[in-house]
């Protein structure tokens, strides 16, 4: 049974992750901002924690909370963002804000849990992006602040895989798909649940041969 710490829980993909992970029987630590109105997680029956990526206390709170306690897999969910205005009307704000909470937000937490993911034997760090964030494929523009946030995360998991590769992790990347989430729309083709059954896969059969890999929900790779 592996311990499983995962951002952004409260709705949507991490939810998705928190209640097929506590199927699995596994140690499902799973965080949101307002644990209190998280009706639908804490009935999951994973432990739930405060934690705000975009926030130092918070981030330093959480991992006290945590102590020495081995975290095997890190999943970074927890993510803003909208399709957003045209150049002209594009607010720098808005932009600062969602690099805050997509981009900083995992390399707060990952400073924060380094030794919690180094205790435990299984040692994995998972970034959930987009194919929005993929330079190669942006042929579409719009989503401005989001698909610049996306393309900063998977530039670090990319430069964090190189620097812990010696100590044996496995650090991706990887995108759910379109799904059927407050961000994705009705529209989109997949369930939370569809996406996240496919990534678990991925998830589960990553070793440290893979690391800094930008992968699909089948596992395959993604041009960056």
Partial sequence: MASWVVTGANRGIGLAFARALVERRE???ATARRPESATE???????VEQLDVADDSSVADFAGRLGGEPVDVLI??????????????????????TLNVNSVGPV???RALLGNLRAAKTRKI???????????????????AYRMAKAALNMF???????????????VVICPGWVRTDMGGPDARLTPE??????????DRLTPSDTGRFLDRRGRDVPW
Avoid: K
């Fill in 108 to 110: 707060r937490l990952t």
């Fill in 126 to 144: 998972v970034g959930i992006t987009s194919g929005l964030g993929s330079l190669q494929q942006d042929t579409g523009g719009g989503w401005y």
């Fill in 157 to 171: 998991i990319r430069t964090l895989a190189e620097e812990l590769a010696r100590e044996r992790f496995a650090c």
């Fill in 27 to 29: 140690r499902v630590i």
């Fill in 194 to 203: 569809e996406s996240v059954a496919r990534m678990l896969a991925v998830i």
């Fill in 41 to 47: 997680l804490r009935s999951t029956g994973a432990r």
């Fill in 76 to 97: 970074h969910n927890a993510a803003i963002g909208e399709a957003g205005p045209s150049i002209q009307h594009l607010d720098p704000a808005d932009v600062l804000r």
